[in-house]
DNA sequence: ATATATTTAAAACATACGTTTGACTTGTTG
DNA sequence: CAACAAGTCAAACGTATGTTTTAAATATAT
């Protein structure tokens, strides 16, 4: 038995990262074996020989895409007794931020391609990368709005989260409509900004868009509940 | 020349049909000509002679859909000096309810689809589709917010349909996260009305979420901005 | 009624894919 | 050195796919 030396750990992983990006950009079916080991330099018996299939490359490919992509339980964690305000302040701040520059477009792109018709390696993703952020957006909506149904909550979550997915899973189609140059002005500074007050002031701690004095308003609500 | 009879209209159109339902569930790629023939009870030549290939069918199938799913710009159309507040309501609700229940579930899944990662067909459901309808929004909003800029405009756009795609992109994932159940038991009309409220308390027309009495503070908002 | 065009049917074709095989090289161990 | 396992490589295998071909059946028009 012989430990695996450096070259042939790097040939597994020149795999990996090349099954990441090709699954990430022409999804399970579309990409090839044969595609993946050439731009991985090394030869179409490797996928088998260290993985034993195409599935399970695909399976390992999204285990290091949600690790590279980053944790989302992960999330700057608040000072404690931080303003509920700003706790979902800088949820969206980071979700947005992700969204729309991710540290590893590959990583990221192949997670959103598995939630987008989940397969045999959605629940990795789901257990450890949307779950957790999903009930961490839940706790803080909850602290927020101690008065709302379980029901109106889950979908006031929903608000949030689908303003935030929305850049980056209709990006395609919103270049299509109002052309690459509109929406490339739309940087992630702007994006978060916009749904920190939309959201904010849909929950009545600032603003509403278009009224008071664009970000002057969210940072000194006049009308906003205190919190 | 011969005017086309009856029987082979049908199968013309079963082919379309069976086309429909494979490329909704399993894309391009993945739904064979084989079984689409099999399912429409016509013979594999079929395809290549009816429409002269795979590709030509998948099109021609999209461009049914779209027809079929309803055109967005035959939204409800409110009666002159409708107040732009109930234009917005009606158009999400209309919207919400398209997605979440729509005419033909087949036909809305497969313009999803192409949607999602657009292809040759994109181009017939942005033209036809989806444009006239984000432009009938945005046009709601300016009206709604005469002093915001083009680009708040944008994102404010895409926070109201972000809102309403949210349900229909993401609902495999959702059902994984806080199981079926919990997702079932939101129904159109509770999603509609709640996307409604969410929208008008971002703009200022309506109470904050989690303020008022619900329902009753979306049809008489005591704070909210007259229109 | 006959000729022509249209439609249906079965089989074959060419290609691309994932996988397997078997030989060869390399490095370690007794 | 010999033996053995790990790694690498080119070639081949079996299968599924989209397409084409060839021929028969059916409908239409003159």
Redesign the interface.
């Known amino acids: 038995m012989t430990i695996p030396d450096t070259d042939s750990l790097a040939a597994k992983q020149r795999l990996l990262d090349a099954a990441q990006g090709e699954f990430a950009d022409r999804?399970f079916?579309?990409a090839t074996v044969r595609t993946i080991c050439r731009k991985a330099g090394v030869n179409i018996a490797g996928i088998n020989y260290y993985f034993g299939g195409k599935e399970d490359l695909y399976i390992e490919a999204v285990k290091q895409a949600h690790a590279c992509a980053g944790r989302m339980d992960t999330f700057p964690v608040p000072v404690a007794g931080t303003p509920p305000v700003e706790k979902l302040r800088a949820f969206i701040r980071e979700m947005v931020s992700r969204m729309h520059t991710p540290a590893r477009p590959a990583a990221m792109k192949l997670m959103m391609r598995e939630?987008?018709?989940?397969g045999k390696a959605?629940?990795v993703v789901?257990d450890e990368f949307?779950?957790p952020a999903?009930f961490a957006l839940r706790e803080i909506l909850r602290e927020l709005?101690p008065?709302?149904s379980e029901?109106?909550l889950?979908?006031?979550g929903?608000?949030v989260?689908?303003?935030?997915?929305?850049?980056r899973?209709?990006r395609?189609?919103?270049e299509?409509?109002?052309g690459k140059e509109?929406i490339d002005?739309?940087d992630a500074e702007?994006?978060a900004e916009?749904?920190v007050q939309?959201?904010l002031?849909?929950?009545?701690?600032a603003?509403?868009?278009?009224?008071g004095r664009d970000k002057a308003a969210i940072r000194h609500p006049k009308r906003g509940?205190r919190v």
Chains 1, 2 share one sequence.
Do not use: W
């Open positions: 999804g079916d579309g939630m987008a018709d989940p959605a629940h789901v949307i779950r999903a709005l008065k709302l029901e109106r889950l979908m006031t929903f608000s989260i689908g303003q935030c997915l929305f850049y899973q209709n395609p189609i919103t299509l409509i109002f509109a002005t739309l702007s994006v916009h749904v939309f959201t002031a849909a929950l009545g701690f603003e509403p868009v278009g009224k509940r």
